[in-house]
């Protein structure tokens, strides 16, 4: 079984994940981005439904889904007058998912 210590030496040889998890992780941490992940989870969901779990503005969370989108940690697609955002990442999803596990059991 590999222990953190077994897992350092790997983890500082491969930097550009660590700097993708870096900027990930700074785009995530913020409340309204958490929720909106929270909502999210496995799930492609629209603005629309977005707005109707998280409860602001549309245009609020507008604005945090293009920061996320913008960081690499959503997908989108449009279908006739709807925006749906997924998770774009399979790491991003697991760590999502981790975090559901833990903070999110409310929503």
Known sequence: ???????IPDLLSKEEDIERA???LKAMAHPLRLKILCVLGD?????????????????NISQHLAILRDK???ASRKDANRVYYRVSD???LRL????????C???
Do not use: K, Y
Not at 1 to 7: E, I, K, L, P, R
């Open 1 to 7: 079984m590999n222990t953190v210590s077994d897992m």
């Open 22 to 24: 870096s900027r990930s």
């Open 43 to 59: 799930r492609e969901v629209s603005v629309q439904e977005i707005v109707d779990h998280v409860g602001t503005s549309q245009s």
């Open 72 to 74: 690499g940690i959503l």
């Open 90 to 92: 399979a790491r991003t």
């Open 96 to 103: 999502i998912g981790m975090m559901q596990e833990v903070f």
């Open 105 to 107: 059991r409310s929503l």
